[in-house]
């Protein structure tokens, strides 16, 4: 409880108003229950009550992800060929890219799918 504490005084500045208040026992029925559940070991009740274990406490910091969006590379010629017709080098390749072209569209630099009987379905990584 003193990590979480700390953690929670670091953030009270970033606030224009903060209040901490201790719920006394009596009065924490309901997280006293969970935890005694968490703790037991009757089978029926843990098929009832899904009980979810952290392998680590939830304020230890983790590794940051830094997320990059990126065209995923089946897109790439797709969109390549829509935009500026450019063609792979091969006759082959370019033959494939073409055909499978015909079924995408480009709209406001995002490819969509044109499905048969659906309306237009937008490509995802």
């Not at 009270?12 to 997280?31: G, I």
């Not at 830094?66 to 060929?81: F, G, L, S, V």
Request: proline residues 8%.
């Amino acid at each position: 409880m003193a990590a979480y504490l700390k953690l929670v005084l670091n953030l009270v500045p970033h606030f224009e108003r903060f209040e901490l208040v201790q719920v006394p026992c009596f009065e924490n029925t309901h997280a006293d229950a969970l935890s005694k559940l968490a703790r037991s070991k009757d089978s029926e009740l843990l098929r009832i009550v899904p009980i979810e274990r952290l392998p680590k406490p939830s304020i230890s910091r983790g590794e940051e992800v830094i997320w990059i969006e990126d065209i995923p590379p089946w897109m790439q010629p797709i969109i390549a060929y829509l935009k500026d017709q450019s063609l792979q080098p091969s006759k082959n390749e370019a033959k494939k890219l073409r055909r499978r072209a015909a079924h995408f569209i480009l709209q406001d630099g995002v490819l969509y799918k044109i499905g048969l009987s659906s309306p237009l379905l937008r490509c995802f990584g």
